[in-house]
Each structure stands twice: as C-alpha cells, then as structure tokens.
C-alpha cells in the first residue's frame, strides 16, 4: 500500500526557532518524487520543494531545509531561523505511479505555529 | 508557474440543489485535478479532468454526483450535484504542467456550505 505519514499534528515554536517536520511514506515504487506544500490561514496551497527519487542530495534554499533518505523513506523538512509568517499547515505529498500518471499522496498535515 | 481562477470563491446553497465551480488557468496545462477538502483536514482527490473525455474518479466518487467537464486545456468545471450538507467543504482546483516531475499548482478553493 502507498502511504504517508506525518506524526506530528502540532508543532508549536518560538520565532527563530529552527523546526523540523517529518515525513515518513510506503510505497513499493522505485522511481517517484517527492513534495512539501504550504497552506497558511488564507487557505490557499503554495508549492515549496520537490525532491525525486533518484537524487538523495539534500539541499538548503534560503531558510528552507530537506532531508531525503530513500533506505528510510524519509523526506523531512527544516525551516531555520522561523518567522510568525511561516505558521501554517504543512503537507507533505508523495507522487506515486497510478497508472499512466502519478498520484499525490497527502499527508494529514502539520500544523505549525510560530510565536513571537 | 501557472495562475489557477476559481469561480465562486463561496457559495452557500439549499440542499437539494446543484452548484457548477469553474477554474480557469493563465496557461495550458497537461494535467487538471479536483480535491475537495474539509475544514483542518487534508485534501481527497476527486477526480483527474481529462481534456476532451470523461474524467477518471477516484474510489468513492461518481460521475453522477460529480459531473465534471474539461473542453480545453486551461478550463474546467465541477459540479456538485444533488448537494447535501455532507457536501459542505472546500473544492480545490490543481493543474500540472507535462512531465511527472512538476509540482501542482493549486487555486484558491471554493468554499461551500450546504444548509
């Protein structure tokens, strides 16, 4: 079965605070790739990384972290430095085969909340 | 990336009655998509638009329930038929670029209550 799993519900931190945010997904699938999007109070979802499956080289963009490990299924999510602008919900979101395309797969979603 | 319109933003209607969400984006795109989502929680795709065919449903969903249409690559509809106040939630509209690698890019949602 695919899956993906985010644990935690609820982060709560302080501004400038760093926070990580797990990932942890199944799949069965050899190639795929791998997402985190953004859904602040207004409601409206906002694409922030994409990482496939083939490239285990993790990358920092400005304040925002990723760490995929492939032999843990693993694709975690570091903001540095926080700001109150980054509360938000965060989701996570495997692209999985699914016949001629592939799926996203949504996580619950962690919901972030970053206080000054 | 692309600019996806999304047309109401709200409504609140009868039950009983049908509600047609356009969404409408500022370039082609391959791939359409329609999530629905309720308050707090996560999105559950609908359906994939296809242009110029009949929309593939997810597990769950039906055409009958939720006709949907994509006459070209940049426009598309969803209607919520025969709505309960189960319907009530947030209808979100996605596109894709070509290519399995590209990110979804969403609309702002249209939020529906069903009295």
């Known amino acids: 079965a695919q899956k993906v799993t985010q644990a935690q519900t609820e982060i709560s931190v302080v501004e400038k605070e760093d926070v990580t945010l797990d990932c942890v997904y199944e799949?069965?699938?050899?190639?795929?790739?791998l997402f985190w999007y953004k859904q602040p109070p207004s409601g409206e979802l906002v694409f922030l990384i994409r990482?496939?499956?083939?490239d285990e080289q993790n990358e920092i963009s400005g304040r925002y972290s990723w760490n995929f490990q492939k032999s843990t299924s693993s694709f975690n999510f570091t903001i540095t430095a926080s700001q109150v602008v980054d509360s938000a919900v965060y989701f996570c979101a495997p692209a999985f085969n699914a016949g001629n395309n592939r799926k996203l797969i949504w996580g619950l979603g962690t919901s972030l909340a970053v206080n000054p | 990336s692309a600019v996806i319109s999304q047309k109401p933003s709200r409504d609140i209607c009868q039950r009983g009655t049908s509600l047609t969400i356009q969404c409408q984006v500022d370039s082609q795109v391959t791939m359409m998509f329609w999530y629905r989502q309720q308050p707090g929680q996560s999105l559950t795709l609908i359906a994939t638009a296809n242009q110029g065919s009949e929309a593939t449903y997810e597990s769950g969903f039906v055409i009958d329930k939720f006709p949907i249409s994509r006459p070209n690559l940049t426009f598309s509809t969803l209607t919520v038929s025969n709505m309960s106040p189960e319907d009530s939630s947030i209808y979100l509209c996605s596109g894709q670029g070509q290519g399995f690698a590209n990110e979804q890019f969403f609309g702002p949602g249209t939020r529906l209550t069903v009295l």
């Open positions: 990482r496939n499956s083939f």
């Open positions: 799949t069965r699938d050899t190639t795929y790739y």
